[in-house]
Nanobody
Framework: QVQLVESGGGLVQAGGSLRLSCAAS????????MGWFRQAPGKEREFVAR?????YYADSVKGRFTISRDNAKNTVYLQMNSLKPEDTAVYYC??????????????????WGQGTQVTVSS
């Protein structure tokens, strides 16, 4: 079992930056691929980034967002720069036991955090 807790969301102006954190419980954190997803009101949950064997990003965030992890701290991060109003959403971190795959579908992730709100004003 893995429990995930996100933090770092908030209100920021367009062009600004935020760093999200996701702290994980459990002693096998390094064996999980970690992903970030987001969900805007009235929309489906969408893939943002993943770090497993390799890093993957949604086209909409490539070059602006960076995923990283610190296995010693059981934490994964999402650095978000050049934020746009369309980045407004609840952001979720998720863990996937299939470390070497390139899963971008929410259904492939076994564990989820509760989410943190990111609001970008224009």
């Amino acid at each position: 079992q893995v429990q995930l807790v996100e933090s770092g969301g908030g209100l920021v102006q367009a062009g600004g930056s935020l760093r999200l954190s996701c702290a994980a419980s459990g002693r096998t954190f390094s064996s999980y691929a970690m992903g970030w997803f987001r969900q805007a009101p009235g929309k489906e949950r969408e893939f943002v980034a993943r770090r497993g064997l390799s890093d993957y990003y949604a086209d909409s965030v490539k070059g602006r967002f960076t995923i990283s992890r610190d296995n010693a701290k059981n934490t994964v991060y999402l650095q978000m720069n050049s934020l746009k109003p369309e980045d407004t959403a609840v952001y979720y971190c998720a863990a996937d036991t299939k470390f070497s795959s390139a899963n971008a579908r929410p259904s492939e992730y076994e564990y989820w955090g509760q989410g943190t709100q990111v609001t970008v004003s224009s």
